[in-house]
Nanobody, 121 residues
Framework: VQLQASGGGLVQPGGSLRLSCAASGSIFRISNMGWYRQAPGRKRELVADIPSGGSTKYADSVKGRFTISRDNAKNMVYLRMSSLKPEDTAIYFC????????????????WGQGTQVTVSS
């Protein structure tokens, strides 16, 4: 299973970006999907999480500005980021908890490679 993230870049404060992440490989189903971020000198932090059913979860710092969504048919997760601030600058990592058949049905966490988001004038 692989996760491929895209959509990062340089944006001015107040601007918007949409991140995308595609999961591929031997996938039976995906439970939670979401995004973490890591800024220089800081710990990786949860940005947003979306289960296969149920309520989404957001970091307090992004509530009202970021929206997470997913397309189960395409095994994709998205992060729409609006009203971006310089403190949103970080590498953004997508993740997914994927169930696959080996000798039996097993679940594992998978991570994308990260995409840089820079908010600066």
């Amino acid at each position: 299973v692989q996760l491929q993230a895209s959509g990062g870049g340089l944006v001015q404060p107040g601007g918007s970006l949409r991140l995308s992440c595609a999961a591929s490989g031997s996938i039976f189903r995906i439970s939670n999907m979401g995004w973490y971020r890591q800024a220089p000198g800081r710990k990786r932090e949860l940005v947003a999480d979306i289960p296969s059913g149920g309520s989404t979860k957001y970091a307090d710092s992004v509530k009202g500005r970021f929206t997470i969504s997913r397309d189960n048919a395409k095994n994709m997760v998205y992060l729409r980021m609006s009203s971006l601030k310089p403190e949103d600058t970080a590498i953004y990592f997508c993740y997914a908890y994927v169930w696959s058949y080996g000798s039996s049905l097993e679940g594992h966490d998978y991570w994308g490679q990260g995409t840089q988001v820079t908010v600066s004038s």
